[in-house]
């Protein structure tokens, strides 16, 4: 938890997806940084890759409505003083 930061969306999309015109299912933001990349339901995963690659194990759904989730931990969860995000 103590990763989780009050970061702004880095796109309103996924990030890596928009670069490469790739498709995606639904989207996830990085709650260490704020990047914003692509479900483990869409074709790159770009936001568990993300994960991966920088340690950052706390995502929040940016999808209106749904929870967080830790990579680490396998575990959904929410952060009530900390503002949900979804694109727009």
Avoid: N
Avoid at 57 to 81: A, H, K, L, M, Q
């Amino acid at each position: 938890l103590d990763q989780i930061g009050a970061h702004a969306p880095s796109a309103p999309d996924c990030e890596d997806g928009l670069r490469v015109g790739g498709d995606w299912v639904h989207l996830r933001m990085c709650r260490a940084c704020g990047r914003v990349g692509c479900c483990g339901s869409s074709p790159s995963k770009y936001a568990s890759a993300h994960s991966a690659d920088s340690d950052h194990v706390v995502i929040s759904s940016f999808e209106p409505g749904e929870d967080w989730w830790c990579y680490r931990d396998e575990i959904v969860f929410t952060v009530r003083d900390l503002p949900s995000c979804s694109h727009p």
